[in-house]
């Protein structure tokens, strides 16, 4: 009887719980599309493989006391990115490039670029082993899908700008047995291996110096990745005619959405298209957007040119200086940060102009980048529910989330083994 009863009365919790499944899969029902959309998203989002190829958190890495396996304030700390907020971004793998900033180009200049570069590249390493349980170490293409499969992130290791290679080509395979596997030739200063972008001083080799192009063949023959963001455009027509191997833009968008030297020209797209390679968008406000009109901003930044020498005149370290003194006063009168439909147009562009075959995405997080929407690592389903909402298949989103790259990475080691096994 007893028995009879807990059964009866299981049976009516089981009615009641049924009838309250219903009451609330109701709502589900009348789900907005929107809702449905972004449901859809999520969904494949979580299927494709994710990978950011532009991150210097290394920068963060090496500061005592940081910790990756702690979530961190990104409006408190700074911080984009950390392992808790990769998990919650999903975003499966990233490339944590050390970066070294450009400064004095001799022997002791060369010598500090190395020791932090190598600090930079260690603690990445010791990093991925301290946190075994949710993180791997990842060198070559299919790590990136064998560590997802372990529900593990992958982490890889690039270095932006080629300065810690100081005049020394045996630093490349130095760097690639650490596990590098990209190299940022050159960043906002040129440097012995080629010309950036943004140096006020302008052209210096005229694209990529007659060491850089050694460095380049290198890379080729150890199967490092060219990487062509931050170079001024003869750097980018140079890699394309020197690299046996496609190249990559880890963090570059599209000059004629937003004019900025730092963007990439439609005819540059196209090239990257017949090279094979792929660029890889970036989530910086000022290469996303025209920055909008910002008065007190431009009054500051008159000011504080007037009373500074002409740039020529300038130190290295009176330049860094001055860029510095720029980037507070950024701070100070800050624009609205671009947004994921910004972020959107780009991708859109690239895709009309190249296809959808050579677009990637490179965050750029802890060097500048995180917009509104996609301000760190935990915000990246945004880009893919823009990408839905813009009526983009699973399959092509796909390719944009880490597809593209990881075949131009097979491809450049594929040639590394033809020219190790055929050495002229
Ligand atoms: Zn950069």
Redesign the pocket.
């Known amino acids: 009887m007893n028995k009879l009863r807990h059964s009866f009365s299981f049976f009516s919790i089981l009615l009641v719980l049924m009838a309250g499944c219903k009451e609330k899969s109701e709502p589900q029902e009348s789900k907005t599309e929107e809702e449905q959309l972004v449901e859809k998203a999520l969904e494949i989002h979580k299927r494709v493989l994710t990978l950011d190829t532009h991150a210097d958190t290394p920068l963060r890495m090496i500061e005592p006391g940081f910790d990756m396996a702690e979530r961190h304030n990104p409006n408190e700390t700074g911080s984009k990115v950390d392992y808790p907020r990769m998990v919650e971004g999903d975003l499966d793998a990233i490339f944590f490039a050390a970066f070294v900033a450009q400064d004095i180009r001799d022997d002791d200049g060369n010598t500090r670029a190395k020791t932090l570069c190598l600090q930079m590249i260690d603690s990445v390493i010791a990093s991925t082993q301290r946190n075994a349980d949710v993180v791997g170490l990842a060198l070559n293409p299919d790590d990136a899908y064998a560590l997802e499969k372990e529900g593990k992130r992958a982490i890889y290791i690039g270095i932006?700008n080629g300065y810690p290679i100081g005049k020394d080509l045996a630093n490349v395979e130095l760097y690639f047995n650490k596990g590098v596997r990209y190299i940022t030739l050159v960043?906002s200063s040129n440097n012995d291996l080629a010309d950036s972008a943004t140096d006020e001083l302008g052209t210096e080799h005229g694209g990529i110096s007659e060491f850089g192009s050694k460095v380049v063949a290198e890379m080729n023959r150890l199967g490092i990745m060219v990487d062509v963001?931050?170079g001024n455009d003869s750097v980018f027509y140079d890699a394309i005619k020197m690299s046996k191997a496609p190249i990559i833009a880890s963090?570059s968008n599209a000059r004629s959405v937003t004019k900025h030297d730092r963007n990439m020209t439609d005819e540059m797209l196209k090239l990257m298209a017949e090279n094979g390679g792929v660029v890889q968008l970036t989530m910086l406000s000022d290469y996303l957007r025209m920055p909008p009109p910002n008065v007190a901003l431009d009054s500051a930044t008159a000011a504080l040119k007037a009373n500074m020498k002409p740039v020529e005149e300038m130190t290295l370290e009176e330049r860094g200086e001055m860029r510095k003194a720029i980037r507070s006063l950024r701070e100070k009168y800050p624009a609205p940060l671009a947004t994921v439909q910004h972020a959107a147009d780009h991708i859109d562009h690239i895709v009309k102009v190249a296809g959808i075959d050579h677009v990637g995405i490179g965050c750029?997080f802890d060097?500048g980048g995180g917009i509104q929407g996609v301000f760190d690592a935990s915000e990246v389903m945004n880009i893919t529910i823009e990408l839905v909402k813009r009526g983009y298949t699973e399959e092509e989103i796909e390719k944009i989330w880490g597809g593209n790259l990881i075949r131009v990475f097979k491809v450049v080691q594929k040639v590394a083994e033809e020219i190790q096994s055929n050495p002229s």
């Open positions: 932006e960043h963001s931050h963090h750029d060097g």
